[in-house]
Structures are given as C-alpha cells and as structure tokens.
C-alpha cells in the first residue's frame, strides 16, 4: 500500500485547528467538516465509565450520517455526570451552528484528564468563526486532538479513484478495545452506512484491537468513519484492503509514539491452536512489562518472551515446540533458548523497531500485535499528568 | 496475628546460606533442613514454560514427605531441555547426601536469568559442608535466594503451641497463578499432606493469587508448606488463621519490595456482584500502569480509578453507583469525581502505604489485591537484568 507524503484529505472534506484556552499555546480544538453529507460508521471504547461524548457520540451515529466531527485535547468530559453531557451536547450545538447543519450531524471526541468539568464556554467561543479558517492539509486537524503525542498522526492513500484519510490521536492509557483513542478516517467513496461498519470493525480486528501501549484501556476511544460519497463507487474489497493496510500502519505510528517510547515492538504469532490463541499470545508479549524493558535496554534476555507465552495459561501451548525469532534471529528452538551471537543480537534490539517472531507449530492461528518498548519516560510523563 | 521480631524457626527446622560462585560475593545457595521427615505439600507456577526444578518437584512433592529444600539464585534452570532436568536431579542428589537423606526428599527450586545452563558443578561443591553450618536463624536461609529483592523477606508466627515461619523471595516477574515466586513455610505442627495442601491452597487464594508487581508470571513460581510434627496437633481452624495471615503479610512484604517500587498499594474492592467480580477488579487497579505511576507521582488524578474499574469489560459495573476512597477520603461518589482537598491527597499519595477502597453497590463480592507503584527504578532494573 502506497501513503501519500505529505497526506491530503478526500474531496470534499477540510479541516481546521485553534487554541481556544485550554491549553496555554498549543491548539486544543479541532474541527473536521465535509461539504455533504457523509454515511458513517463509528466504534466506541467499551469501558465502564464512558465519557460524556461517547454516550451521546452512541446516540448520533445511529443515523449514520455525519457533516462534522468537532474535538477537545486537555479535558476528557468523563465522569462528569449529567453536567458534562449537556456541555457535549452543547459542543456539538455550537459546531453544528458553525458550519450550518443540526447538532445530531456533528460527532464530538473529547480527550485528556478524567473527572474534571469541561470549560464548555471557552470551547463555545472557540468554535465562532472557525469555519472561515477550514483548509486542506489534514495535519491541521490533527494537531488539535494531541494530548501527550509528540507527532501528530496523519495517513492517506488511495482505494480506486478514492482517497482514504486517517487522522488520529493516542499514546496512552492505549489498549483499546474495538477501537483506539481518537481515530477518524475520511473517505470520498460512496458506501452505505451499515457497509461502513461491517468494514470498519473487520479493520479494527487486526489493528486497534491488536494496538497496545500500556494495557489501560481510555474511557473515551472512538474511531469513526466518515464517507461523503464525491468520488463514487469503489469496490469493497479492494476499500477494505487499503482501509485494513492504512488502520495498521496507523497503529504502528500510534504504538512507536506510545508514551516514553524509543521503538516499535511488534508480535507475530504464528503456528497457533487459533487465531484466538495467536492474538492472546501476541499481546502478553508486547503488553510484558519485562518483555517492554528487555527491548528498551537492547538486553538480549529472551527467556522473557518464553515467559510472556507461558503465562498465556488458556491458551494451549507445546514448549517443546515453540520457537522463536527475534529480527529474523532464531533465539529459541523446540523450547529451549538458541546459542545466538549475542552482540548482534544486542545491535537488532537497538534498532528502531522490534519484531518478536514466534511459531507454536501447532495449527494454522495467526496474530500480530503492535506495542512500545517501556521506558522511564513513561514514568516520568504519567507521575505527574495531572499537576503538570 | 502477631509477628516474632526477629523472626524464628519451628523446633525441628535449621538453614544455611553459602555463596558458591553464581554471583561475585553474595550468598547464593540456601538449604533448609527438618531434623525429621516433614509432611509436604507445594504449588507451582501454571506458566507453559516450568523450568526444571518445577517439573521435578512436581514429581517429588506427589510423596508428600520432604527432609529438604535446596535453592540456588542468579541462574533459574528454566528453557533449559533434558540437561537442566539432570542438572536439577544432581542439585537434589548433592543435598541429600549432604543431610543424610535420599533425593526424592529435596525439593529443588532455581531463581534468576531463564534460558542459561545451571552450573551445576558450582552448586555440588558449594553443598559440600553445607550441613556443618546449619542454624536456627530464618534470615541467613532468606539471603541465597535473592535475586533483586532489596530484604530479605522473613516472618514467623504462633498457632496454638506451633510455630510458623515463612521464607521468601520475589520482586520482579511477579504475578502467582496459584504460588509465589519462591516461598517456603515451615511448621512444627503436624498435619497430613493432603490437609497441608487443602490449607495452603486455601491461604494462596487470598494472597499470593492476588499479588501482582509487574502481571508476569514466573516460570519458577513455588510455594511449599512443610510440618515436622514437633509441636503436636494443631486445631485446623486455629493453624489456617495463622497460615492465611502469614501469607497475607508476606504478600506485602514482596509487593513494598517490589522492583523500583517506594510503596505498597492495595486495592479493597468490595459490593461487587461476585467475589470473582471483585478479584478481577481489584487486580485490574493495582496492575494499572496509570494508577501505579499516579501514587509514585503523588499526583490526584484519581479518574484513573475509573478507567482502570471499567476496562473489566467481563465484570458487573454500574457507573452511578460507583464510589472510591484513598486512604479512607473519598474521591468517587455516584462515579463522579468528588470535590476532595487536592493537597491532602497529595500527602496520603506520598507515604509508604496506598488504599485504593471501591464500593460497587451491587452485591456482596469482595477481594483485596497487592501491588506496588511503577516508577524508573522498575525500568533500570531491568533494560539490563541479563548484562548486569
């Protein structure tokens, strides 16, 4: 799959970002417009405790029609009570104002703190007179929802004659659960809502679903899909293959920003019981903590990842015949650790990015999962979040 | 329950620590010798990936009768094939002919790096003389075998006229299925085996099972409990009080001392729909990456709570009826953030002991899980545990 660099945005669709107060400089509110209306599809966190825009993001995509999606870094709106959905009701009241639709076309993502009262007034002033300020660079848009990212996250290819556009946010309190932080895709193809959904969850099955930074799974992920039909037809499995080729790399770009983070960390499992088992054992290995800092101390330690598969204690494993890879580099076989040149080794484990290869040689489940090495810099960002 | 201070051995029972050459000067070989045959009873780690000493004490321990334990630290026997299974046997050989006894009455455990071969020649050489060394004091078995542990973990308790005391190690890589990393409990009360079994899976269900420092599972995880008999019959209700508040507090003991941790956190959860309800969540809040760098940081952002109650997707939850305390001041009411005194908070954050208390207000399910806060040291530590 080929990305555009830089990326642009579907016909049709503009973006734009402003600080309005939030936080001290940087921008803080994002606004994402399409010139029609778009069918859409959305997936929410399946949390617990969702916060406020999720309930009533729940609420409007039922429609499956959407013209905007308007978005706050710094203050979450979860655990908020009754105030904070009527501030996210008035969120979408005054995006919606802005841009000359009804508050039940525009979608509202709100992502930061947990349990503070969100400063509806400031956002409501914010919003005056954005639209004169809507553009084409989809960066624009991105940089509004960051909250600890150090880049902002934008793809965009092509499906046919259609363009694919992923904006997104998130590097923690990431595991999510059908669906990461904040994700929004625009397309200018023309499907229908409830296809829209079939497609999106499929995509998440082997992305967000497999993304992990740090086990915590937010209170407010959402990643909706957004399709306002301008280039036409596209066939669909030639649109699901460049919407799962897109949502993948997307969760890659996430999990190598991850909070703290120095590498990618990927696990592929192969030879599984399942496809079930494959992806239970890809997580616990880029979720192990031991796992995590073996990779950020380039210390070849492998008996961690055997450990990682080992703990998967529902999941029917063979020691005697798991081997494993590490950048292509045998470390374990038939269970038992590899004689491997440990130098080099400690060179791969350096690297940018870390693929931990394992076959459990016993069926034909697969899985890979996407994660980050664990670093003091997660430490540091997270013992004070919500002072700094 | 009272607690000897310094803590002693059961009549019957001596240990001895030696270094052997596993590491540069530190103690490294310990055995435990009961002057008689001692009824026994063991659980082992559930990891797919025992190691050798595992596999073999599970055969040993089916007798129900041990004389010994020996243990070695800086190496674990584990990914080792066929020759780390004969290397075990030989560390149980060498022991018993140290005591006078018969290898089938040693249980052997090994702790630290996977995946390297045993030296066992070391070990055989150390034991040699071992046996002239034997004393009454549990702290000098407690230091061979430590590995990153900063104490020694020793307590000693009464039950009727029987002593209790428990040795242990454990600071990383822990989160027991069923048995801690390594804890040994000695009594002189005499029981059969299989009550001793009934007992200490009884006791593991409330402590070891609910402890957790980093959500890795060892691969050498063992527990053994053996009664020599010396103080006579013991009342069993009287003796699984003493067994149960032992572990309880040595579970403490291993989470405060957990890798790079400065306090311990409990979680108390309690009005849950079921006590496997109330488990999962309570361990759900002290594995939280977030919750644990939230109390290292002593920064309120008790949202977290929330976050990490709510991503129990399989668990009864009712936001509005959620309420959560600190160290006994409320911060959740209704699942709303309450209006608490920040700076206070602040202060019950930095000592040495963190409550996180949660009422779910939906039946009568409760559980209390251990851990400790996530800070750089746990990252130190190990990004260099093989090559240091």
């Given at each position: 799959m080929i990305f555009h660099d830089p990326p642009v945005l579907p016909r049709g669709f503009q973006c734009a970002s402003r600080n309005c107060g939030l936080k001290p400089e940087a921008p803080d509110l994002s606004l994402f417009v399409s010139d029609v209306e778009a069918a859409a599809a959305a997936i929410f966190t399946r949390n617990h405790f969702p916060g406020a825009p999720i309930l009533l993001g729940r609420e409007t995509i039922r429609a499956g029609r959407l013209r905007a999606i308007v978005a706050n870094s710094k203050c979450s709106n979860v655990a908020t009570g009754q105030a904070g959905l009527d501030h996210a009701r008035r969120m979408a009241g005054a995006a919606a104002a802005e841009i000359g639709t009804t508050a039940d076309r525009v979608l509202v993502s709100s992502t930061g703190v947990i349990g503070v009262p969100l400063p509806i007034d400031k956002i409501e002033r914010g919003l005056r007179g954005m639209s004169a300020e809507?553009?084409?660079?989809?960066?624009?848009?991105?940089?509004?929802?960051?909250?600890?990212?150090?880049?902002?996250?934008?793809?965009?290819?092509?499906a046919g004659l259609a363009t694919l556009t992923w904006v997104a946010k998130g590097a923690g309190m990431i595991q999510p659960n059908m669906a990461t932080m904040l994700a929004y895709i625009f397309t200018d193809a023309r499907f229908e809502a409830a296809t829209l959904d079939r497609m999106l969850r499929q995509a998440a099955r082997s992305s967000f679903d497999m993304l992990s930074i740090d086990t915590d799974t937010s209170t407010s992920d959402t990643c909706a899909l957004l399709a306002n039909g301008r280039a036409g037809n596209v066939p669909e499995a030639l649109f699901q293959e460049a919407l799962d080729a897109g949502c993948t790399r997307l969760c890659e770009m996430l999990a190598r920003d991850g909070e703290g983070a120095t590498k990618l960390l990927r696990a592929i499992v192969r030879g599984a019981a399942s496809d079930n088992d494959a992806r239970q054992i890809a997580r616990s290995i880029i979720n192990s903590p031991l796992v995590k800092?073996?990779?950020?101390?380039?210390?070849?330690?492998?008996?961690?990842?055997?450990?990682?598969?080992g703990k998967c204690l529902d999941c029917t494993v063979r020691p005697e015949a798991t081997d494993a890879w590490i950048n292509q580099r045998q470390v374990v076989h038939n269970g038992i650790r590899s004689a491997f040149d440990e130098d080099a080794l400690r060179r791969e484990l350096r690297g940018d990015t870390v693929d931990i290869e394992v076959d459990l040689r016993l069926g034909n489940g697969q899985a890979t999962a996407f994660g980050c090495d664990l670093t003091s810099g997660y430490i540091e960002e997270n013992a004070a979040y919500y002072s700094s």
């Amino acid at each position: 799959m080929i990305f555009h660099d830089p990326p642009v945005l579907p016909r049709g669709f503009q973006c734009a970002s402003r600080n309005c107060g939030l936080k001290p400089e940087a921008p803080d509110l994002s606004l994402f417009v399409s010139d029609v209306e778009a069918a859409a599809a959305a997936i929410f966190t399946r949390n617990h405790f969702p916060g406020a825009p999720i309930l009533l993001g729940r609420e409007t995509i039922r429609a499956g029609r959407l013209r905007a999606i308007v978005a706050n870094s710094k203050c979450s709106n979860v655990a908020t009570g009754q105030a904070g959905l009527d501030h996210a009701r008035r969120m979408a009241g005054a995006a919606a104002a802005e841009i000359g639709t009804t508050a039940d076309r525009v979608l509202v993502s709100s992502t930061g703190v947990i349990g503070v009262p969100l400063p509806i007034d400031k956002i409501e002033r914010g919003l005056r007179g954005m639209s004169a300020e809507l553009q084409d660079d989809p960066r624009s848009g991105a940089l509004g929802i960051m909250t600890t990212d150090r880049v902002p996250k934008v793809l965009s290819s092509t499906a046919g004659l259609a363009t694919l556009t992923w904006v997104a946010k998130g590097a923690g309190m990431i595991q999510p659960n059908m669906a990461t932080m904040l994700a929004y895709i625009f397309t200018d193809a023309r499907f229908e809502a409830a296809t829209l959904d079939r497609m999106l969850r499929q995509a998440a099955r082997s992305s967000f679903d497999m993304l992990s930074i740090d086990t915590d799974t937010s209170t407010s992920d959402t990643c909706a899909l957004l399709a306002n039909g301008r280039a036409g037809n596209v066939p669909e499995a030639l649109f699901q293959e460049a919407l799962d080729a897109g949502c993948t790399r997307l969760c890659e770009m996430l999990a190598r920003d991850g909070e703290g983070a120095t590498k990618l960390l990927r696990a592929i499992v192969r030879g599984a019981a399942s496809d079930n088992d494959a992806r239970q054992i890809a997580r616990s290995i880029i979720n192990s903590p031991l796992v995590k800092t073996m990779a950020y101390g380039a210390d070849p330690n492998v008996g961690r990842i055997l450990m990682a598969i080992g703990k998967c204690l529902d999941c029917t494993v063979r020691p005697e015949a798991t081997d494993a890879w590490i950048n292509q580099r045998q470390v374990v076989h038939n269970g038992i650790r590899s004689a491997f040149d440990e130098d080099a080794l400690r060179r791969e484990l350096r690297g940018d990015t870390v693929d931990i290869e394992v076959d459990l040689r016993l069926g034909n489940g697969q899985a890979t999962a996407f994660g980050c090495d664990l670093t003091s810099g997660y430490i540091e960002e997270n013992a004070a979040y919500y002072s700094s």
